[in-house]
């Protein structure tokens, strides 16, 4: 695999999301191989094909240690994001094992950590895990409202193993994520998915939906993030155009709608987007899956 060299990999957020409750972000690799049509940080630098562009930071545990260490003296504890532009568990991490490594020092330097990924491979780190989960320092204005230091969310735009192929090509399949989900729960950790993004008339529809919440429910998930699509860009690599492809080619009944839905720029129109927001509301409230990772109602600062 190709190698880079970098100057930083420790990168505190402008403000934390309140969804992901992220105050800093570590990404081992530059580029993902699971090669997700929709992908934010698809266009020019990657290229249609993300996985030939992949590189390792081949620094990364080096510059960690420096800015970890720095970052601990001052007290300034925060939860890492592993990762939020690339898939910590690619297949190539396997040899290397550089997320393993990169979760020891976070748990060496107590930073509670937010592993978001499509993969199964995370239970081979339960047991680090279970330690930054005991272990780990939570920013202070967070100890009152969560009691882990380790959370684990599982991505899926789908459930369906055959739409997964289309829009993921390269990721682990639907059925994986979700048993990886299901042993997550049995474990102990506090866990739940993000669905970002749905597909519109694809995987948001409204029987896809009520499938999703009553799965995600069954299993006990803690917390569930349902989010629309928002495409970048009209060059051969970005997003736009590659979904706008696959809807051509595999749902060419959607053709149109597509066309209409995304004329005007990236993002869905307001109407659509706000009778999604309801439709999640009621499904997150009878199925009670819960909107925040926090378990104690509060607000959490940026
Ligand atoms: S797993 Fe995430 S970072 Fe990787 S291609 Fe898919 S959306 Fe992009």
């Known amino acids: 695999m190709r190698q880079v060299v970098v100057k930083s990999v420790l990168s505190k957020t402008k403000r934390r999301d309140a969804w992901f409750l992220d105050d800093y972000t570590v990404n081992p690799f530059s580029g993902c191989a699971f090669n997700c049509l929709y992908c934010y940080i698809r266009g020019s630098k990657y290229g249609e094909h993300m996985e030939e562009k992949l590189s390792l930071k081949s620094n ?46 976070l748990l060496h330097y107590r930073f509670p950590v937010h592993v978001i990924t499509k993969s199964n491979r995370v239970v081979r780190d339960f047991d680090i895990l279970k330690r930054i989960d005991r ?34 090509p390269g990721a682990p399949s639907p059925t994986l994520r ?15 998915v993000s669905l970002m993004p749905l597909i519109p008339y694809v995987t948001d529809t409204g029987e896809n939906l009520h499938h999703m919440f009553s799965t995600f429910e069954t299993v006990g998930a803690k ?3 349902p989010a629309t699509l928002t495409l970048f860009g009209d060059g051969p690599a970005d997003s736009k155009t590659l979904v706008l492809r696959a809807i051509e080619k595999h749902y060419p ?15 869905l129109p307001r109407w659509y ?10 499904l997150s409230e009878a199925h009670r899956l819960k909107n925040t990772i926090l378990e104690q109602s509060g607000s959490v600062q940026g």
């Open 60 to 105: 990364v545990l080096e510059v960690l240690e420096k800015q970890l260490k720095l970052r601990a003296k001052k007290g300034q504890y925060g939860i890492v994001v592993v990762s939020s532009a690339t898939d910590p568990y690619l297949s190539v991490e396997e040899d290397s094992q550089v997320t393993r490594h990169l979760l020891e020092m």
């Open 135 to 168: 272990e780990s320092i939570l920013p202070t204005d967070l100890q009152p409202l969560l009691s882990h230091a380790a959370l684990i969310t599982f991505s899926f735009s789908t459930l369906d193993d055959a739409v997964g192929k289309l829009f993921e």
């Open 178 to 192: 979700l048993q990886a989900l299901r042993e997550t729960l049995a474990a102990g950790f506090h866990s739940g």
């Open 223 to 225: 917390y569930i993030f």
């Open 253 to 267: 009944h959607l053709t149109e709608k597509y066309r209409k839905l995304f004329a005007s720029g990236g993002q």
């Open 273 to 282: 987007r706000d009778a999604f927001a309801s439709k999640v509301k009621s």
